[in-house]
């Protein structure tokens, strides 16, 4: 399997604290079969994103691990002015693996409605975007018609792992399970940032994609399209939203109908 989101770099936000955290972390996903790490800090008011220290963090840590895990790197993208302004001057700082896909996280608190107008001018810029983890977004979860929007546009969602087992809650459980039936998931991705509450673990949730959906899918969302990402490739797998898509309502109820249309 292959992880496109991790705080695996040690010291450089709020995921691993040093070295040895880091490298049990490291050992935590070699013995759960994941090959390919892609590490991305964050990138926001609280955490400066310096790639030379990047790089030497990256560095360090493949030292220790002899080539048992390939490890990149790339950055877990805040929504900002200041950030998207840098963006426009060098794409591949922030993109995964210096290839052409972006990890983008919208804050818990507000989204503007210009946003669909920013991801459209990351596009332009020559990266796509993956909207991170939106099942624990409370924002995005209360009107998913809005995250279908932003897939119509063509960009991509990248749900944690771990939701979809519960441990992040019943709402974003709910939420993952509603995207994976719709077929509005193009990745499953650990966002590990320690070995306890939230370990570098992707195995659990392939089993309980393979039992929901099937094989096929399951090595899709865990190592197909993910292995494209890491490489800068065209994903192999995108699922069309069905024409009528359900939006839920806070609590994940059942809201209204919406029909999509397509070109």
């Known amino acids: 399997m292959v992880d496109i989101h991790c705080h695996l770099l040690p010291g450089l936000d709020d995921g691993s604290d040093d070295l040895e955290m880091s490298l049990k972390m490291a050992e935590t996903a070699i013995a759960d079969g994941i090959t390919h790490v892609i590490a991305t800090p964050h990138a926001d008011a609280a955490y400066r994103f310096v790639p030379e220290d990047i790089r030497a963090k990256r560095q360090e840590l493949e030292r220790h691990l002899h080539g048992r895990l ?5 950055c877990d993208f805040h929504m900002s002015f200041e950030n998207v302004e840098d963006l426009r001057a060098d794409v591949t700082k922030y993109t995964l693996n210096q290839k052409n896909y972006l990890l983008v996280e919208f804050n818990d608190y507000s989204i503007p409605p210009s946003m669909d107008q920013t991801l459209h001018l990351i596009q332009l810029f020559g990266a796509t975007p993956i909207i991170t983890h939106p099942e624990r977004n409370p924002l995005i979860r209360s009107k998913l018609g809005r995250l279908y929007k932003w897939v119509r546009q ?7 792992a771990q939701s979809l087992l519960g441990r992040f809650g019943p709402a974003a459980q709910k939420c993952a399970e509603s995207l994976l ?12 940032h320690n070995v306890s509450s939230r370990p570098l673990q992707l195995k659990d949730a392939f089993e309980k994609v393979r039992e929901k959906r099937g094989e096929e899918i399951a090595q899709a969302l865990f190592t197909d ?9 065209p994903l192999p797998y995108v ?8 939006e839920l309502d806070e609590s994940g109820g059942k809201k209204k109908k919406k029909r999509f249309w397509f070109f």
Do not use: K
């Open 239 to 246: 699922p069309g939203l069905a024409e009528d898509q359900i």
């Open 70 to 74: 390939i490890l990149a790197t790339g």
């Open 154 to 160: 063509g960009c991509y969602v990248q749900v944690t």
């Open 225 to 233: 399209n993910p292995l494209a990402a890491f490489e800068g490739r």
């Open 181 to 192: 039936e719709n077929d509005a998931i193009h990745f499953f991705a650990s966002d590990a």
